[in-house]
């Protein structure tokens, strides 16, 4: 039985060999699953420690002051490590610190044995977001009240390995036996203790019961949980019936909302004359509920479906995890399902061939046996529950798309997994449930491509429907991206192994057709190399439309205009030899095709591989076609260039219209509400009638107001003393941006989300006020701190006095409740750039019927965007604070108006940024008392 030290390091930085040394260690011990032993002490370095490092540890020159030198505990170290397992979070720096300091020190480094914490968490909990330290403990509840402390930080880690022997000993036998084939490629020395709990659990009856145990991989069981169905009461009684008990049964401090009962009455009513509803649901309104309280209980009394699709993946997890549940409680019969789009599921079949390949580096076995453990826990296959690393998922060689199921991943009968299908039970789920959770994106493409994955004629909720007109738009498009290439490229062998197309020769060996298949074979590779060198030219081509000296930039262009003829040559003698190559895949397919009631499942799924890359060369002819060959008068074309790398082309088809097709598709066909926070401006549904292709059609419109009081609890400030941008040099626009951010965050202490309109801007006015800000705060910045944004709104809520920069996707969708956000600086009215070749091209068609682009578009899709901005800081009834626009034209045009008037009633504060300081400065400190006072 072995024995394990858990060590953690605090030191001056990150590398010896740069002067670097230890000024925390500690060790806990653990044996059979408990402590048995701690051991810490502080240690004095020879120079002093660096202000960022007692920042962050709090360890200072003072504590250590009469600590002893590492020298002097070298003995005690090397006491807790001897004939023990090294184990710490993080073992490569650990490790490697403590041993070339123990060899600085002239004494011999570590040798034993290594168990890295970071990388066994990754694989026993495969779907957590983050697998730091501090993130894993709030998720386990572990106990850790002094992050960035030695002795802290080992009991922490000490408290998950133990967690982490007792998740390894719940696996299946199979499981832990596959694990154990695949962990030599790890960096952790992991090989003993999976021995020895495989010697340990031995064979356990049981787990035949909890995991399906299908050709040596354990699946989770699926558990039907079957509830009677009830006979629904009239939507009224029941509505007051929820009100006045489920709801305050279900939330604690639960307060009514008129505006939400309102909805979910015109919801239903909406549902029940099968009507679209358009319905503008304040920020605080509880619109998730109020729209699927009416939806389930229609659907529940009607026996029809009812779609529910929201913006994003993100947001129909959020769905799924947060008001699904809830919805359950109040409706305990029920059936919902979340439904993606097919790419999203893993195919079984690929992953058992993938996972029986060897020769896997490090990466490759990781994620195998991340998949492995999460395949015992999923109930449904979606590869988006993985957090595979990022190395993993991007690119077109990646792990997740080697396993990702796609259009020809059906073998039917003949395909062993076929009855444990994640997407065929997904879709089958579907055709028995009352709500069908999807995302726009899954939902458009359906209807572009009539795929009949979801029905077509049941009521559709869409939720964030100001978003329905560009997700459309993109998905009744069409791209055309060179790396789309890359895929075929590397199946046959170009820059990597050529393992598909010898396995293809072999097939033929095993089929008795080798000399017809060679032939075939010859022929692919001529068409190959002839498609490589068509495309370096159409790249190279499409290159010589840029017209400017920046590496990246976006180029309109028209498909019958005579700069564009050369480009239209190469394409056609692209899509040309794409043909050919097709149609030796297909001789080849039909040649093995033929033979194949005499070959066994994995040849079989190798002959479905090559349907399916058929049909990818088919799909990429047609995208040449219709994103560069066709003509269409009504749909726009442009291509995004990157002049430092031409495979990073992509080019664009869109219509520029959307509201007819959606007219046609959609709302003809089907009830549908649209709802969102943001759909009027100044009020009226006008704009989005108009692009949505429901002007002049009987719908009912309703605009409900937000219940949070904004009059008492924000503050809108103008300053008057702002430059407007088009009147001064950008320099001075952004030295004066700036210096007032920097002087509100004194202020507000921080707490702020200054929202941009460019990343230039962004970037010019985070190095000023990085150079002007108190090390005492902590400064955010899209696109320049690093990070997704999700991980950046995570950082800045758990740290006190941050401010946080972003651009585009932080106008929206960011839900920062409390008081870790207390003020919002909008930099410019978030004005779309009018070169964009959608809004070009749309505005020309506005103009050719005699009316103005800027009134009928611009001006409507920046008001609802500005909308979406001020939303972000009053969240719920508790929040209060300011927000600052820099952009006077809200004061000095005749528009501006329009932003103002399309907010909630809010004290508009006039004067100079002096004045507005001190009236913020007096509201904040009013607002810190009121909740003292309610605190106490």
């Known amino acids: ?72 505990v070298i003995p005690d170290i090397w006491k807790m490590l001897d004939g023990r397992v090294f ?30 914490t970071v990388e066994l968490a990754r694989i026993l909990y495969p779907t957590l977001e983050s697998h730091a330290l501090e993130a894993l403990s709030d998720t386990f509840d572990l106990v850790h009240t002094d992050a960035h402390r030695a002795l802290s930080d080992a009991e922490a880690t000490a408290e998950l390995f133990i967690r982490m022997l007792d998740r390894l000993r719940d696996l299946p036998m199979v499981t832990l036996k596959r694990l154990r084939e695949l962990s030599e490629s790890w960096t952790s020395h992991i090989e003993p203790l999976l021995d020895e709990i495989i010697l340990e659990v031995g ?55 008129q505006s939400q009962f309102e909805m979910m009455r015109h919801v239903y009513k909406a549902l029940d004359d099968e009507e679209t509803l358009l319905v503008e649901a304040g920020t605080g309104t509880g619109k998730t509920l109020a729209y699927l309280i009416p939806s389930a209980h229609h659907a529940l009394e009607t026996k029809r479906p009812v779609v529910i699709s929201t913006h994003t993946i993100q947001l129909q997890e959020q769905l799924l995890n947060r008001d699904l549940p809830v919805l359950r409680q109040i409706f305990p019969e029920i059936e919902f399902t979340l439904l993606k789009g097919r ?21 490759a076995s990781m994620c195998k046996a991340m998949v492995l453990v999460w395949l015992t826990e999923t109930e449904t296959g979606d590869l988006e529950e993985l957090s595979f690393p990022g190395s993993a998922t991007q690119g077109p060689a990646s792990f997740k798309r080697l396993i990702q199921a796609d259009a020809s991943s059906d073998f039917g009968r003949f395909d ?44 559709l909720v869409l939720d964030e ?39 293809i020769i072999q097939l033929a060996d095993l089929t008795s057709v080798t000399e017809e298949a060679e032939a075939f074979s010859q022929q692919i590779d001529s068409a190959l190399a002839r498609v490589e060198e068509e495309l370096e030219d159409l790249l190279t081509s499409l290159q010589s439309l840029g017209k400017k000296k920046e590496p990246r930039q976006t180029v309109r262009f028209e498909r019958e205009g005579a700069t564009f003829r050369p480009i239209r040559e190469v394409a056609n003698r692209l899509e040309d030899k794409l043909r050919t190559l097709r149609t030796s895949l297909r001789h080849l397919h039909r040649l093995l095709d033929e033979r194949k009631e005499h070959m066994t499942f994995k040849q079989r799924a190798l002959l479905g591989d090559l349907k399916t890359l058929i049909g990818d060369v088919r799909e990429l002819e047609s995208v040449i076609y219709e994103t560069m060959l066709t003509r269409d008068d009504d749909a726009v074309s442009w291509v995004e260039l990157n002049l430092g790398n031409r495979k990073l082309t992509s080019v664009y088809t869109q219509p520029v219209e959307i509201g007819p097709l959606l007219h046609e598709r959609l709302f003809k066909k089907r009830p549908t509400i649209l709802t969102s926070a943001t759909m009027t401006v100044s009020g009226k549904f006008s704009f989005m009638e108009r692009r949505l292709g429901l002007e002049g059609e009987p719908v009912r419109r309703v605009v409900l107001p937000s219940p949070f009081n904004f009059k008492e609890q924000a503050k809108l400030f103008v300053p008057s003393d702002f430059p407007l941008i088009n009147e001064v040099p950008l320099p001075q626009f952004v030295d004066q941006t700036a210096q007032s951010i920097v002087q ?42 690093g990070g997704s944004r999700s991980r950046l709104t995570k950082q800045f809520k758990r740290m006190e006095q941050s401010i946080l920069f972003g651009t585009a996707s932080f106008w929206e969708g960011v839900d920062i409740p409390g008081e870790a956000l207390t003020c919002l600086v909008i930099v410019r009215l978030p004005f779309a750039p009018p070169d964009q070749p959608i809004m070009q091209a749309r505005s020309e068609k506005i103009e050719a019927m005699g009316k103005s682009p800027f009134f009928e578009l611009s001006l409507p899709q920046a008001v609802i965007r500005f909308k979406q901005g001020v939303g972000r800081l009053i969240r719920s009834k508790g929040d209060y604070g300011a927000v600052f626009v820099f952009d006077r034209r809200v004061e000095t045009t005749r528009y501006g108006k329009q932003f103002i008037n399309s907010l909630p009633k809010v004290d508009r504060i006039e004067g100079t940024l002096e004045t507005s300081l001190s009236e913020l400065e007096l509201f904040l400190d009013e607002k810190e008392k009121s909740v003292a006072r309610n605190d106490r």
Request: charged share 25%; net charge negative.
């Open 1 to 72: 039985m072995d024995t394990y030290v858990i060590v953690d390091l605090e030191t001056t930085g990150h590398s010896v060999k740069s002067g670097d040394e230890l000024i925390e260690f500690a060790a806990v011990v653990v044996q059979e699953g408990e402590v048995i032993e701690r051991y810490s002490t502080l240690i004095r370095p020879s120079r002093p420690i660096p202000p960022f490092i007692t920042q962050l540890t709090t360890i200072s020159d003072e504590d250590v002051s009469d600590a002893p030198t590492f020298e002097d």
């Open 465 to 503: 429907a100001h978003q329905v007109e560009e997700v459309a738009s993109h998905h009744f498009g069409v791209t055309f991206d060179a790396i789309q290439f890359d895929r075929l490229f590397k199946w046959f062998g170009y820059g990597a192994d050529g393992k598909f197309h010898s396995r």
């Open 744 to 785: 509100i965050a004194n202020v507000t202490k921080g707490r702020m989300l200054v929202l941009f309109t460019s990343n230039e801007l962004l970037r010019l006015t985070y190095e000023q006020v990085k150079d002007h800000l108190d090390p005492s705060y902590t400064l955010l910045a899209q696109g320049v701190s």
């Open 416 to 459: 062993p997994w076929y009855s444990r299908d994640f997407f065929t039970k997904a879709v089958l789920r579907s055709k028995e449930a009352d709500l069908i959770v999807t995302n726009h994106a899954l939902l458009f493409s359906d209807l572009q491509h009539q795929a009949g994955i979801l029905p077509t004629d049941t009521p």
């Open 87 to 116: 184990v710490a979070h993080n073992v490569a720096f650990d490790l490697t610190f403590l041993n070339e300091s123990l060899e600085q020190a002239g004494y011999l480094a570590f040798q034993g044995r290594a168990i890295d």
């Open 203 to 257: 064979i356990r009856p049981d787990d035949e019961t909890r995991f399906d145990i299908h050709r040596k991989i354990a699946l989770r069981r699926p558990v039907d949980a079957f509830v009677p169905a009830t006979e629904r009461e009239p939507f009224e009684p029941f509505l007051l019936r929820t009100i006045e008990e489920t709801l305050p049964s279900l939330f604690d401090q639960f307060e009514p909302r």
């Open 343 to 363: 790419r999203n599921y893993i195919d079984l079949r690929k992953f058992e061939m993938v996972l029986d390949e060897s020769n896997d580096g490090l990466l």
